[in-house]
Structure formats: structure tokens, C-alpha cells
């Protein structure tokens, strides 16, 4: 019964016999370890390493000088690694391409916990991040962002304003 | 309920339903699990299944080969071949590697779609008339998903590479190339979605296609712009610490897993939905893209006309020579006056 072959009318030859081999066998391995080595290759150069995630710093002459208890960010941290550029475009929004650009409360940004600060990522951010090498720049190119802040916001560009 | 309602229904749900587990999941102390061991997992089967259908194909005898009435198999020297015959029925490993390298970068197959429709005819005494025409959305869809897929993919490269290489970054520069909105909107993520929606609304749509689609065609479909939409949420809206996220990453491929705190349920979501395609990738339909490689009408040089291929399923064959058979009916033969060989 099971060495013919059968079809709806009924069985009509014997069952063909395919030898029990790799048909093009070599050919399908060398694509498998070609793709396996593809996709292995940008994470072999770091397998079983640690590598730690970078380190905040926040020892500047500004946050020093701060009394520990009063040392918060103008938003709860959390929030501000998520969302600083969502607010950094905003305020920029506001002060260069709103309606009432020139008004003072725009430049004005409330915490939730009530104060009041100038909405300027040079002379707030900066003031107290005064390390941007240490506190901007390594995070950012640890996920590899390059944010267009830092064309018009430099370091230099606000010791020139101070100097004026 | 029916077929159709009853296949787009239950992919949907299915897909919906991983996202409530992962959101859920998410919120408990299981961030381990989701984090680290539902990824591990999701690698291990994909590695696992892939290795195992690519054996059992490797043991499918090979067919004949195939040569295709696309193009013009190399005959007398007089009948003209050009280039496109070449490619289409290739004599020559070269014009194989041609022919290969256009279904798989450029999707010659799909590109070569048509479409049977009636089309209304005043002048046709029915009223109506067959047309076969070159359809090439179907084409442009894949084509668009397919290279967004794979310009998306190659992007994620930043959370898993330490230093990131700079190819990478290129690729996200060119990406973002139009830096509108912040974080700057990757042109592959918006691709990528819009060819899914249109890939879905073809299933949906056309009557025909809609009929024998199952529900293994719409769950993939689901399931990726599940990953896609909850991607981009992610980037532009539930935004979360994306630090942390690249943490996690390199943990994974540095074989140190860390699950490191605070990242919203949206990237456990989104990692979910990601294992799962990698799971469910070896036994599905997407097999097709180590498939692609195996077809047997596309893969092999047509040279039927001069190197002898056996069939290897051929199986021996009684067969009754000329003589044998005029042995049993030489008596017969003889007396219906019909010519024979041997006398006697």
C-alpha cells in the first residue's frame, strides 16, 4: 500500500525514492554562516565587556555653591531625561517664533514647585551645567544625537555677552 | 462571522493582546522577564527555527530547472538575445548573478505584476472588456517597506555598537535629513508605517485578495506596524530615558544583562512586540527572505538545451523492449498479416 503513489485515481507507480541527502547543502551553510556573521559582526567587538552607562557630573563651581537640600533641576530629573529637548524647543519657540516674542513672560518659566526661572538654555541650563563636555556631550553621543544647540549656544558666545 | 472578518479579527486581537501583556507586564517587577529573558528567548528560537527550516529545505530534492518564458533561452546563434533575455533566462552564472541580484534588491518578480480586471467597454458588445494591465503598486509598497524595514533595523544599531560606527551615523543623519519637528522625524519610520497601511488596505480592499487572505498574512502585518507605531510613540510622544534604553541594549548583546530603572512601559511594548516577530519569524511567511534565495525558477542557469540534469526522484521504470514483446505475440502478429522481425 505505501510503496505506491497515489492519487484520486487510485495508485499508479511506485513511490518515488529520494535519497535522503542535503541537496545543495554547501551552498545553503555558506549563506547561513555569511548571514549569522552579518548580523554577529557589530556586537563582537563588544561581547562580554561592561560597558557602564555614562556619568553625570555635577560637581560645577555653581551647583557647589548650592546648599545640598536646595540642589534640584527646574523639573524632577526623570522627566528631564526624557523630555529636556521637547522644552529646550519650546522655549526657543517661544522667545524667536511666537506672536509675542518680545513680551517678558515669555522668557518666563514656572517650576511646579513654584520658582521662577529665565527660559534660556545659556544663561539657566548652562549657568549650573557649566560642564557641557561632562554633562551634555557624553550622554549625547553615547546614543549618538547631535543636537543643533550648541551651533548658535557656546560657552564662548556668552562670555562675549557678559564682556559687552 | 465571516472568513474574512473572522482571519483580520483574531490577528488583531492577537496583536493588541501582546501589547496589554507587555504594558502590563511592564508595570509589575517583571521588567526582568520582558527585558531580558524574553529577548534571550526570542533570539534563541530565531536562530533555532531558522537552522531548522534551512535543513529541511536543504533535503527537499532540487526540481528541474526552470527556464522561463520571460526571456528567450539560448538557442541557434541566429535567434537574438538581449540583455534582458539574458537576465530573464540566464545561460551563464554572470547573467545568473544578474538575475538573482534583481529579485532580491529590486523585486523583479513583483515589478513584473499584473493585473487581470473588466474594464467597461461601450465599444465591446458585452459592455465590458478583459485588460492585463502592468500594475506596480503593489511593487512600490513592498519595495518601500521592505528598504525602510531595513534602514529601521540598521538604525537601532546605535543602542546595541559602542563607540556607534560611522556608517550608522550617517545612516541617521541622512535619515533625519529633514529635521523637522524634535527629535528630528526619521523619514524611514514614516515610510515604513504609510507602506504598511497601504499593504493592509490592499488585503482589505481588493475582494479577491481579501478571500484567501488568512490569518497568518495579517498577522505580520499587525505585528510590525504594532512595532512601528509603537516606535514612534516612543521617539515623539511617551518619550523615555533613552539612556537607560541604550543601557539595556548593550547589556543584551554584551551578554552583562542589566534591566535598569525607569523606562516607560512603551519600550517594553515595543521590545515585546520585537521578540515576538523574532519568535514567530522561522515559522511564518516571513520565511520568505531566506526563501528568496532558494527559488527554484529563479536560482539555476537555464541550460536544459545542453548539460543532462536526472531527476532525482527518478525511480526505475519496467518498461518491455520491442522484442519481447513480439515474442509474446509473434503467433498473433503472424496471422493478422502484421511484419515481424523473426519469423520464428
Redesign the interface.
Known amino acids: 500500500m505505501d510503496d505506491k503513489y497515489k492519487n484520486e485515481f487510485g495508485a499508479f ?2 513511490r ?10 554547501k551552498y ?2 555558506a ?2 554562516i555569511i ?2 556573521a552579518m548580523v554577529a559582526l ?2 563582537l ?7 557602564p ?2 556619568e553625570r557630573q555635577l560637581d560645577t563651581p555653581v551647583i557647589k555653591k548650592i546648599a545640598e537640600k536646595d540642589r534640584k533641576c527646574i523639573m524632577p530629573t ?1 522627566w528631564m ?3 529636556h ?2 522644552m529646550l ?1 519650546d522655549w526657543r519657540d517661544n522667545v524667536v517664533r511666537s506672536d509675542e516674542k518680545g513680551a517678558p513672560e515669555v522668557r518666563e518659566f514656572v517650576s511646579p514647585d513654584g520658582r521662577k526661572f529665565l527660559a534660556s538654555l545659556t544663561n539657566t541650563c548652562l549657568d549650573c551645567h557649566s560642564n557641557k563636555e561632562k554633562f551634555c556631550d557624553q ?1 549625547h ?6 543636537p ?1 544647540c550648541f551651533g548658535c549656544h557656546l560657552q564662548e558666545g556668552k562670555k562675549l555677552a557678559e564682556a559687552k | 462571522m465571516d472568513f474574512f472578518k473572522r482571519h483580520f479579527l483574531v490577528a488583531l486581537a492577537a496583536v493588541l493582546g501582546l501589547v496589554v501583556v507587555a504594558y502590563v507586564g511592564a508595570q509589575t517587577k517583571l521588567q526582568i522577564l520582558f527585558g531580558v529573558v524574553v529577548p534571550y528567548l526570542a533570539a534563541l528560537i530565531f ?1 533555532e527555527g ?2 531548522y527550516r ?2 529541511q ?6 526540481p528541474f530547472r526552470i527556464p522561463t518564458t520571460a526571456g528567450q533561452n539560448r538557442t541557434l546563434p541566429w535567434i537574438k538575445r538581449d540583455l534582458d533575455d539574458k537576465l530573464d533566462n540566464p545561460d551563464t552564472f554572470k547573467y545568473l548573478l544578474g538575475r538573482m541580484a534583481l529579485e532580491i534588491l529590486a523585486f523583479r518578480s513583483l515589478f513584473r505584476n499584473l493585473r487581470t480586471e473588466l474594464r467597461k467597454d461601450p465599444d465591446n458588445p458585452e459592455g465590458a472588456r478583459l485588460i492585463h494591465w502592468s500594475y506596480k503598486w503593489l511593487w512600490l509598497g513592498a519595495i518601500a517597506f521592505h528598504y525602510a524595514f531595513l534602514v529601521v533595523v540598521l538604525r537601532h ?9 560611522m556608517p ?2 550617517l545612516l ?2 541622512m535619515d533625519g535629513f529633514f ?1 523637522f519637528f ?2 528630528a522625524v526619521y523619514l524611514s519610520g514614516v515610510i515604513l508605517v504609510v507602506a504598511l497601511f497601504y499593504l493592509l488596505a490592499r488585503r482589505i480592499t481588493n475582494p479577491t485578495l481579501r478571500y484567501i487572505s488568512l490569518a497568518a498574512d495579517y498577522f505580520p502585518l499587525f505585528l510590525i506596524l504594532g512595532i512601528g507605531i509603537s516606535g514612534i510613540l516612543m521617539r515623539y510622544v511617551y ?6 534604553v ?2 539595556l541594549a ?1 547589556g543584551l ?4 544583562p542589566v534591566v ?1 530603572a ?1 523606562i ?1 512601559p512603551i519600550f517594553y511594548v515595543h521590545l515585546f512586540l520585537v521578540c515576538v516577530l523574532f519568535a514567530y519569524f522561522p515559522f511564518s511567511k516571513l520565511m520568505h527572505a ?1 526563501g528568496v ?2 527559488s527554484p525558477s529563479r536560482n539555476m542557469v537555464a541550460n536544459n538545451r545542453w548539460v543532462l540534469h536526472v531527476n ?4 526505475p521504470v519496467k518498461f518491455t523492449p520491442y522484442l519481447e514483446y513480439e515474442d509474446k505475440f509473434r503467433e498473433a502478429m503472424i496471422e493478422a498479416d502484421i511484419p515481424v522481425e523473426k519469423e520464428s
Open positions: 507507480a511506485p518515488p525514492q529520494v535519497e535522503k541527502k542535503f541537496y545543495d547543502g545553503i551553510l549563506g547561513l548571514f549569522l557589530p556586537f567587538p563588544n561581547v562580554g565587556k561592561t560597558i552607562p555614562p526623570e531625561r526624557a523630555n529637548m521637547q524647543v550622554c553621543n553615547y546614543v549618538a544625537v547631535v543643533n | 536562530v531558522l537552522v534551512l535543513i529545505w536543504a533535503r527537499s530534492p532540487v544599531l546605535r543602542f546595541f555598537t559602542e563607540p556607534v560606527p550608522i551615523q541617521e543623519h529635521q524634535v527629535p518619550k523615555v530615558d533613552i539612556v537607560a541604550k543601557q548593550l548583546v554584551t551578554l552583562h535598569p525607569g516607560g531566506p534565495f532558494l532525482p526522484w527518478n525511480y
